[in-house]
């Protein structure tokens, strides 16, 4: 079982940045794809960046050249740098990990709340 834990959500003002980090635990497979994902009040869970153990990365059209996902393996641990912060962030982020062979996350952390004021 892998245990995820994320840390780092606060409440930014408009313009502002926040890093959010997440840290597994657990029977970690050494080539997982981690990412991260967040839910806004009222709206469908939504991908935000992903990457791989080979640090190839994905983001969402809404985060790029805002957000910057890495990872440090040594550390087992996942982070997501987030620049010129919009109040459409707000969402509570969540930190998942699946095996590289699976198309579906399948372990998820409890969610960290990112509030941005206009």
């Known amino acids: 079982q892998v245990q995820l834990v994320e840390s780092g959500g606060d409440l930014v003002q408009a313009g502002g940045s926040l890093r959010l980090s997440c840290r597994q635990s657990?029977?970690?497979?050494?080539?997982?794809?981690m990412g991260w994902l967040r839910q806004a009040p009222g709206k469908d869970r939504e991908l935000v960046a992903t990457?791989?153990?080979?640090?190839?990365?994905y983001y969402a059209d809404a985060v790029k050249g805002r957000f910057t996902i890495s990872r440090d393996n040594a550390e087992n641990s996942v982070y997501l740098q987030m620049n010129s912060l919009k109040p459409e962030d707000t969402a509570v982020y969540y930190c998942?990990?699946?095996?590289?062979?699976?198309?579906?996350?399948?372990?998820w952390g409890q969610g960290t709340q990112v509030t941005v004021s206009s």
């Open positions: 998942a990990a699946r095996p590289v062979q699976y198309s579906m996350f399948i372990y």
């Open positions: 657990g029977n970690i497979y050494s080539d997982n794809v």
């Open positions: 990457i791989t153990a080979g640090h190839m990365t």
